[in-house]
């Protein structure tokens, strides 16, 4: 069974950094993308980039370009999101999903919160 | 950048009757593969996005057969046939072609 498991909520203030991550299962990891989307609450959801866990080989929206870092670690089979200085605005729930040929998502995380308060 | 336009926003189902959710793109979502890279995602409350159709008309594994996406170009539409009381939750197209985008949401609650 193709598993991905986040880890937990996350309380930050603002100009922290932070790393969120995404194990996974049951599948061969090196062969897909892993993206990672995010809900802002009371907002629609936004594709945010993707590493193909093979190489490393990373994308990302133009919208957050330089603001997030994704990451692998094959030895661990997690793919990982992070942010050197946190804003408010960063507050969200953000869910890393399997990405398959076409661009769709077939296994999604549970989420994780993150809210970024002074 | 894509933009998705769904509508309606909310949408009150009775039990039993259909529901329809019509998705727009800003531009045409036909590859030259000849598929639409376009997807819909139920999130019900509570729970992550879940895909109900992928390249706009293919259905995935274990979703019922009650749903069925259609559409060309920009336009498309999710179809129930019949909604039951646990479709209810927040009804998401997403283009693929470039950029991922979702649409905003489509609330569909049961009266």
């Known amino acids: 069974e193709v598993q991905l498991v986040q880890s937990g909520a996350e309380m930050k203030k603002p100009g922290e950094s932070l790393k969120i991550a995404c194990q996974t299962s049951?599948?061969?990891?090196?062969?897909?993308?892993i993206g990672w989307v995010r809900r802002v609450p009371g907002k629609s959801l936004e594709w945010m980039g993707m590493v193909f866990s093979g190489d490393s080989d990373t994308r990302y929206s133009p919208a957050f370009e330089g603001q997030v870092t994704i990451s692998v670690d094959k030895s661990t089979s997690t793919v990982s999101l992070q942010w050197t200085s946190l804003k408010a605005s960063d507050t969200a729930i953000y869910y890393c999903?399997?990405?398959?040929?076409?661009?769709?998502?077939?296994?999604w995380g549970q989420g994780t919160q993150v809210s970024v308060s002074s | 950048e894509i933009v998705m336009t769904q509508s309606p926003l909310s949408l009150p189902v009775t039990p039993g009757e259909p529901a329809s959710i019509s998705c727009r793109s800003s531009q045409s979502l036909l590859h030259s593969s000849g598929f639409h890279y376009l997807d819909w995602y139920l999130q019900k409350p509570g729970q992550s996005p879940q895909v109900l159709i992928y390249l706009g008309s293919t259905r995935a594994s274990g979703v019922p057969d009650r749903f069925s996406g259609s559409g060309s170009g920009t336009d498309f539409t999710l179809k129930i046939s019949r909604v039951e009381p646990e479709d209810i939750g927040i009804y998401y197209c997403m283009q693929a072609l470039e950029i991922p985008t979702f649409g905003q949401g489509t609330r569909l609650e049961i009266k």
């Open positions: 999903a399997r990405q398959r040929e076409y661009g769709w998502f077939d296994a």
């Open positions: 049951g599948y061969s990891f090196s062969s897909y993308w």
